[in-house]
């Protein structure tokens, strides 16, 4: 999986103990991993523009097609 898939993930999982749990120390804990989540994915997001696109295949993966 793309680094990016996993942080997306990660930020679905935290809103959904977020939304679920009513404990205040928990929600905070996942408030804090969605906003990390969402900086790292912008992050990936800025550092993949600025680099010209996605990071290419390795060569092993374009000779098996």
Known sequence: MR???VWAMI????LAV???I???IVRLA???LMVWALGTLGWLA??????GGAPR???RARRHR
């Open 18 to 20: 977020a939304v679920a």
């Open 11 to 14: 930020f679905v999982l935290a």
């Open 46 to 51: 800025l550092r993949d523009r600025f680099r």
């Open 3 to 5: 680094p990016a898939t």
């Open 57 to 59: 295949q390795p060569a």
């Open 30 to 32: 996942a408030i804090v």
């Open 22 to 24: 009513p404990v205040w």
